[in-house]
């Protein structure tokens, strides 16, 4: 079962990759978000299955589950703040001399 | 490069005495704390005592070293706010990290990264990752002195050649006597110190430019991004740092830093440990990046204001004018704070302190390695403990002094600091990190297949120093047509390469312990000592073998169901009990859930001392409930007491480990 998840995995990040290698039409500064995040988030949600899957991640202890929660929230907070600060940067007037 | 920039006399003189001031102040810190070393769990692990914020803080001081404000600060003028980029994405692997890597340490009491290679792989695997992080090791010490050998040069006019020795007897002075216990709380200050300057800096910064509504509007659009360009700038794109930094750096920095994974070992258990890390990651981390590059973005800010308004800011600043960017951190405070000596005395001491604080974590993880690597297993394998302690302060010299010598080599290195910093590091860590992992995620992973992955992964990307032309063809596959430096891609591809000899020696080899039985000559004898031990049991090493790891540490069945920490405790010593054994009534045994065998950390009650009065004890002896008193007396031993750091008449507190 992992190695079936695990070849499944590779094929799909490769695909993934040779997707975003083609993709002309977005702008390169939302593909500087794409490219990281999606790329990024297979591999955490994949070392994430992987925990679970070896029991590294205690399902019995209420701390454990806890902690696995909170990772989650951490790293949906840094991908929204990327997204927010991005969006923020490019629709805010510019005043400078340069 | 020119590094001389020209200062009046009088700034110099000011910063000279607070600068002197700050040395001797540090040290003397550092030598306070040496009296809570007393062995060489002391001196490396701090006796794993600590409670989780006191290492997390001073893990701020060890991540920022001294190039930190000068290169993120340059970077951060050059393409702003991306800046960050590399202090936001260690976030990817982190789950393997505090499940896994985390309990895989704590738990085995694995003192050094290698120590793990011996006991999961063999010896050979152990001494390649010795040769490795070792490597890793000096080159960040060497790196660290020569940024602030340069910094010094340009500012003061001395040559590096007289001021980095210098530095180095004053660093060396306290880690060499006060070891892990010292390194931590001299880092806790200098942490402060850091932020301190850090934000007072970028305060000042936004005052003189009016506001922060004013910063970012006159910020380039370019400059407020988070994440670096996608693949516009060879030197520094989004792709290269996913690939480079994020995967094969942050990996690096969390997975094989033996300075920063001994922060770790000192903490008092898994839960506190991973509040460290996550704390770090959360917290810490974004704002060393706000800390750092921060000047380097108001920098740009104001000479983008500076030519809207045509001249300076308003009256009391001066132009600022940046003409080499390797100085933007320190033009750029020297402008803002309105060129007080004083406050640049402040900034500059901040300076040193990124680098002290770095340095010494490195020293005491150089010389960790040195005596349980190197020198118990193979020298001196049974000495009385104070031998080992004496070994450990010679060998925390040692280090220093082979990091002030490579200082040498780096005076000789072309680039920006940026290529200089990667062009090491991205050709050393690819060995140890992969294996790192394929060891904790592939039970099956053997000794065979992880010291062949190691030897082929070591020799092909040192070979692409020679032949760089697959590393182009990797960069192109990931990053498009590209012109420039290969920066961030010869660790990628050394990932590569070694993962894939590791696979395919995994497959063709699935039995290796049929390798350790072979007979012949030179090329199979060769096998043979590659193969040591790849038939062994490796549970407890694993990520799917940690319940069997818990139950090595307790010496018995770990007990899971949570008690209540117990406060406003007496202390006794008792001649029953021995070391860390201790004595308790049933009724406090009950609040803590607790029985025979099981581990409980005992702390002196005050809760800013850090744990630094405390100790890991196990239950020996439960008393009936026949004196009232007794709810609030616990019993140890005298070693205990004394080897806890406690102190007599203070009340204590009891947590339960497992």
């Given at each position: 079962?992992?190695?079936?998840?695990?070849?499944?995995?590779?094929?799909?990040?490769?695909?993934?990759?040779?997707?975003?290698?083609?993709?002309?039409?977005?702008?390169?500064?939302?593909?500087?978000?794409?490219?990281?995040?999606?790329?990024?988030?297979?591999?955490?949600?994949?070392?994430?299955?992987?925990?679970?899957?070896?029991?590294?991640?205690?399902?019995?202890?209420?701390?454990?589950?806890?902690?696995?929660?909170?990772?989650?929230?951490?790293?949906?907070?840094?991908?929204?703040?990327?997204?927010?600060?991005?969006?923020?940067?490019?629709?805010?007037?510019?005043?400078?001399?340069? | 490069?020119?590094?001389?920039l020209t200062f009046p006399?009088?700034t110099?003189?000011?910063?000279?005495?607070?600068?002197?001031?700050?040395?001797?102040?540090?040290?003397?810190?550092?030598?306070?704390?040496?009296?809570?070393?007393?062995?060489?769990?002391?001196?490396?692990?701090?006796?794993?005592?600590?409670?989780?914020?006191?290492?997390?803080?001073?893990?701020?001081?060890?991540?920022?070293?001294?190039?930190?404000?000068?290169?993120?600060?340059?970077?951060?003028?050059?393409?702003?706010?991306?800046?960050?980029?590399?202090?936001?994405?260690?976030?990817?692997?982190?789950?393997?990290?505090?499940?896994?890597?985390?309990?895989?340490?704590?738990?085995?009491?694995?003192?050094?990264?290698?120590?793990?290679?011996?006991?999961?792989?063999?010896?050979?695997?152990?001494?390649?990752?010795?040769?490795?992080?070792?490597?890793?090791?000096?080159?960040?010490?060497?790196?660290?002195?020569?940024?602030?050998?340069?910094?010094?040069?340009?500012?003061?006019?001395?040559?590096?050649?007289?001021?980095?020795?210098?530095?180095?007897?004053?660093?060396?002075?306290?880690?060499?006597?006060?070891?892990?216990?010292?390194?931590?709380?001299?880092?806790?200050?200098?942490?402060?110190?850091?932020?301190?300057?850090?934000?007072?800096?970028?305060?000042c910064g936004?005052?003189a430019?009016?506001?922060?509504?004013?910063?970012?509007?006159?910020?380039?659009?370019?400059?407020?991004?988070?994440?670096?360009?996608?693949?516009?700038?060879?030197?520094?794109?989004?792709?290269?740092?996913?690939?480079?930094?994020?995967?094969?750096?942050?990996?690096?920095?969390?997975?094989?830093?033996?300075?920063?994974?001994?922060?770790?070992?000192?903490?008092?258990?898994?839960?506190?440990?991973?509040?460290?890390?996550?704390?770090?990651?959360?917290?810490?981390?974004?704002?060393?990046?706000?800390?750092?590059?921060?000047?380097?973005?108001?920098a740009?800010?104001i000479l983008?204001k500076q030519?809207?308004v045509?001249g300076a800011l308003s009256e009391g600043y001066s132009l600022l004018t940046i003409d080499?960017?390797?100085?933007?951190?320190l033009l750029t405070a020297y402008h803002v704070i309105q060129e007080n000596p004083?406050?640049m005395?402040?900034?500059?001491?901040?300076?040193?302190?990124?680098?002290?604080?770095?340095?010494?974590?490195?020293?005491?993880?150089?010389?960790?390695?040195?005596?349980?690597?190197?020198?118990?297993?193979?020298?001196?394998?049974?000495?009385?403990?104070?031998?080992?302690?004496?070994?450990?302060?010679?060998?925390?010299?040692?280090?220093?002094?082979?990091?002030?010598?490579?200082?040498?080599?780096?005076?000789?290195?072309?680039?920006?600091?940026?290529?200089?910093?990667?062009?090491?590091?991205?050709?050393?860590?690819?060995?140890?990190?992969?294996?790192?992992?394929?060891?904790?995620?592939?039970?099956?992973?053997?000794?065979?297949?992880?010291?062949?992955?190691?030897?082929?992964?070591?020799?092909?990307?040192?070979?692409?120093?020679?032949?760089?032309?697959?590393?182009?063809?990797?960069?192109?596959?990931?990053?498009?047509?590209?012109?420039?430096?290969?920066?961030?891609?010869?660790?990628?591809?050394?990932?590569?390469?070694?993962?894939?000899?590791?696979?395919?020696?995994?497959?063709?080899?699935?039995?290796?312990?049929?390798?350790?039985?072979?007979?012949?000559?030179?090329?199979?004898?060769?096998?043979?000592?590659?193969?040591?031990?790849?038939?062994?049991?490796?549970?407890?090493?694993?990520?799917?073998?940690?319940?069997?790891?818990?139950?090595?540490?307790?010496?018995?069945?770990?007990?899971?169901?949570?008690?209540?920490?117990?406060?406003?405790?007496?202390?006794?010593?008792?001649?029953?009990?021995?070391?860390?054994?201790?004595?308790?009534?049933?009724?406090?045994?009950?609040?803590?859930?607790?029985?025979?065998?099981?581990?409980?950390?005992?702390?002196?009650?005050?809760?800013?001392?850090?744990?630094?009065?405390?100790?890991?004890?196990?239950?020996?002896?439960?008393?009936?409930?026949?004196?009232?008193?007794?709810?609030?007396?616990?019993?140890?031993?005298?070693?205990?007491?004394?080897?806890?750091?406690?102190?007599?008449?203070?009340?204590?507190?009891?947590?339960?480990?497992?």
């Open positions: 079962m992992r190695w079936a998840t695990s070849s499944l995995f590779i094929i799909l990040f490769l695909i993934l990759l040779l997707l975003k290698r083609g993709v002309h039409f977005i702008d390169p500064v939302w593909m500087s978000v794409f490219y990281f995040y999606g790329l990024g988030l297979p591999i955490y949600i994949y070392v994430s299955y992987l925990m679970v899957h070896f029991e590294a991640v205690n399902w019995a202890s209420r701390v454990d589950r806890i902690w696995f929660y909170i990772i989650h929230i951490g790293i949906i907070c840094v991908c929204s703040i990327h997204v927010g600060w991005t969006w923020l940067a490019l629709n805010s007037p510019y005043q400078g001399g340069l | 490069m020119n590094f001389s006399v009088e110099l003189v000011v910063v000279g005495v607070v600068l002197g001031i700050y040395f001797v102040g540090i040290t003397g810190l550092g030598l306070y704390f040496s009296r809570f070393s007393s062995n060489i769990t002391d001196f490396f692990f701090s006796g794993r005592r600590f409670a989780w914020w006191l290492p997390m803080m001073s893990m701020v001081a060890t991540g920022i070293g001294g190039y930190s404000y000068l290169k993120y600060s340059e970077q951060g003028f050059n393409t702003g706010m991306s800046s960050t980029h590399v202090y936001f994405n260690d976030w990817f692997l982190f789950p393997v990290f505090l499940f896994a890597w985390l309990p895989i340490l704590y738990f085995n009491r694995i003192k050094s990264i290698p120590e793990y290679f011996e006991k999961r792989f063999n010896s050979v695997a152990r001494y390649l990752c010795v040769f490795i992080i070792l490597a890793y090791i000096f080159y960040y010490i060497g790196y660290n002195l020569f940024t602030i050998g340069v910094a010094i040069e340009g500012i003061f006019g001395i040559p590096a050649l007289i001021s980095l020795p210098v530095i180095a007897v004053l660093l060396g002075v306290y880690v060499t006597l006060g070891g892990q216990t010292a390194v931590i709380f001299t880092d806790l200050f200098q942490g402060m110190i850091l932020y301190l300057v850090g934000f007072l800096v970028i305060g936004l005052y430019l009016g506001g922060i509504g004013e910063f970012w509007s006159y910020l380039p659009i370019e400059n407020r991004l988070p994440l670096a360009p996608f693949n516009s700038n060879p030197r520094y794109n989004t792709t290269g740092i996913f690939w480079g930094d994020a995967l094969a750096g942050g990996i690096a920095f969390l997975y094989m830093n033996q300075g920063f994974l001994m922060r770790f070992m000192t903490i008092r258990n898994v839960t506190h440990a991973r509040m460290a890390a996550l704390a770090n990651l959360m917290i810490t981390l974004p704002l060393s990046a706000l800390v750092i590059g921060g000047l380097g973005w108001v740009k800010s983008s030519a809207a045509g080499n960017s390797y100085h933007t951190f004083w406050i005395g402040f900034v500059f001491s901040a300076l040193m302190a990124a680098l002290m604080s770095t340095v010494d974590s490195l020293i005491n993880a150089a010389a960790a390695i040195g005596i349980y690597d190197i020198y118990k297993p193979l020298i001196r394998p049974k000495a009385p403990a104070r031998h080992y302690l004496k070994m450990a302060r010679f060998l925390s010299l040692t280090s220093m002094v082979i990091g002030l010598l490579l200082v040498i080599w780096f005076y000789q290195q072309k680039g920006t600091l940026m290529s200089i910093h990667y062009k090491g590091i991205m050709l050393i860590i690819p060995p140890v990190v992969t294996t790192v992992f394929l060891g904790i995620l592939w039970r099956n992973f053997h000794a065979f297949s992880a010291c062949v992955s190691m030897l082929i992964g070591i020799a092909v990307t040192f070979l692409t120093m020679a032949y760089p032309q697959p590393v182009y063809a990797l960069r192109e596959f990931l990053l498009g047509p590209s012109e420039g430096d290969l920066i961030f891609f010869r660790a990628p591809f050394g990932i590569f390469v070694t993962a894939l000899a590791g696979v395919v020696t995994q497959s063709i080899f699935p039995k290796a312990d049929r390798l350790e039985n072979i007979s012949g000559k030179s090329v199979f004898r060769f096998i043979k000592v590659l193969a040591q031990g790849a038939g062994k049991n490796v549970e407890s090493l694993t990520a799917d073998t940690l319940k069997k790891a818990m139950f090595n540490f307790k010496g018995g069945e770990p007990s899971l169901k949570r008690g209540k920490s117990v406060r406003n405790l007496d202390v006794k010593l008792s001649s029953n009990l021995k070391d860390f054994e201790m004595g308790l009534s049933q009724k406090i045994c009950d609040q803590l859930c607790v029985g025979i065998g099981d581990l409980i950390y005992l702390a002196d009650q005050r809760w800013y001392l850090g744990g630094i009065r405390s100790g890991h004890f196990k239950l020996k002896e439960i008393y009936p409930d026949d004196k009232e008193s007794d709810e609030h007396i616990i019993y140890i031993a005298e070693e205990g007491h004394k080897g806890s750091y406690l102190v007599s008449g203070r009340k204590v507190f009891l947590d339960k480990n497992f």
